[in-house]
């Protein structure tokens, strides 16, 4: 059994702590460049979201990804390798404000993907709402069961991110 499902209100904290989060990151990347994005349900203003952070962090190349997992690791991540998300490196901090990393070599379409879901929902409040509602729903649900949480919210995650593909080629978002 894994630990229970929180769904909590949105926390204007969340934009709070991305921001110290992104600066000791690329304080801690020296003369690695690097783009720290915030993503998912916590980058979204009114979203109800797990009290996680998710952030994307794009480097130039795999060699730049490379370099980049020791910062992280001696920041307290744990490194997962891709799993089972090709092209990307991921990491997880549980200590005081849990985050999720999600690392990325520019141009993986994985990038676009993360953004367009999030640009969507930032965009269009109804699809926010509906959402924020079904993750209430699901939780109560599979309260000790992440996976089902997770398979059971994928249906309207693959909408919206086809809602959002539609607008980016109509030049809409």
Not at 14 to 20: D, L, P, R, S, Y
Not at 43 to 72: F, H, M, N, Q, Y
Not at 118 to 126: F, K, S, T, V
Request: aromatic content about 10%.
């Amino acid at each position: 059994m894994s630990e229970p499902i929180v769904v909590l209100p949105y926390d204007p904290q969340w934009a709070v702590q991305f921001k110290a989060e992104r600066e000791m990151i690329l304080s801690a990347f020296d003369e690695l460049r690097a783009e720290v994005e915030h993503i998912g349900s916590t980058s979204v203003v009114g979203l109800a979201a797990k009290p996680i952070l998710d952030l994307a962090i794009i480097v130039e190349s795999a060699e730049d990804a490379l370099r980049a997992i020791t910062p992280l690791v001696r920041m307290g991540y744990t490194c997962f390798g891709e799993a089972e998300v090709a092209g990307r490196v991921y990491f997880d901090r549980r200590a005081f404000e849990p985050c999720h990393i999600h690392l990325y070599v520019r141009g993986n379409p994985e990038i676009e993907r993360h953004f367009g879901f999030r640009d969507y929902l930032r965009a269009h409040r109804d699809a926010a709402q509906e959402y924020a509602e079904l993750k209430y729903a699901l939780a109560e649900k599979f309260r000790n069961d992440r996976p089902a949480y997770t398979e059971a919210k994928t249906p309207f995650i693959r909408e919206i991110e086809a809602r959002a593909r539609a607008e980016r080629a109509q030049g809409r978002l």
